[in-house]
């Protein structure tokens, strides 16, 4: 074989060396850019398999697949809160607890249901002052919930806080006073579009909703 020879054929050997090199880095970076998507998919389905064993009441069973999920980068705050449904449904309260603690870790503390829930689960191990704390805490994020306060007003008389108590069944009473004047406004906005509408469309003067009412709130209607 003469020189030239030889010196193409290393040549067509380097090309295709780096031709190979090139292709399989296109391969790898095709491989790294589906992957994500790939796990996500398979998180889910997990999920998906752990919800319906949950539903069928085969708890421990689900708690298995909901960690399994979250292995797979499946969203730490609904799978934590799982798990802790789960160890909740079979009584498991302190495991409960610490799996709700840390779907509200997890959501830097602005997951309401998981922090109701863990009140609740104090409650149950007679950990009153941290069901208060876990109520205070809910409750600033939905500040309307009459239950809550309800149950965080007994959560205060099993800890001997008679003015804590009394506190917060005042404050479910606002609750639910606000909560009644809201309805009334929408009432009273839904009547006023309405006749506005009918007034400006038919030139009616009169209309079923043009009658005075009153947005006074009684505690025969707070409470009934």
Known sequence: MTKLAKSLKFKGERILTKQSNLCLLVLVFALLAIAPAFAAQQAADIVDRANTLYRDGR?????????????????PVAVSFNIANSYYQTEQYAEA?????????????????ALFNMASVFYRLKQ????????HRALKLEPE???????????????GDKVGALRAVEKAYHAK????????????DRRTAIHTTLVTTYGLKYNEYS???TNVVTLEHLFA
């Open 177 to 188: 006073l606000a909560h009644r004047q809201n309805v009334l406004l929408k009432q009273v």
């Open 59 to 75: 708890y421990k069973q689900a708690i298995i697949l909901y960690r399994k999920a979250l292995d797979r980068g499946a969203d």
């Open 128 to 135: 009153y002052p941290e069901c208060v704390a876990a109520y």
């Open 145 to 159: 919930n009459v239950s809550a306060w309800l149950f965080l007003g007994e959560a205060y008389s099993r800890t």
């Open 211 to 213: 009658g005075d009412f």
């Open 97 to 113: 607890a610490a799996s709700y603690r840390k779907a509200v870790d997890y959501s830097n503390g602005k997951f309401a249901p």
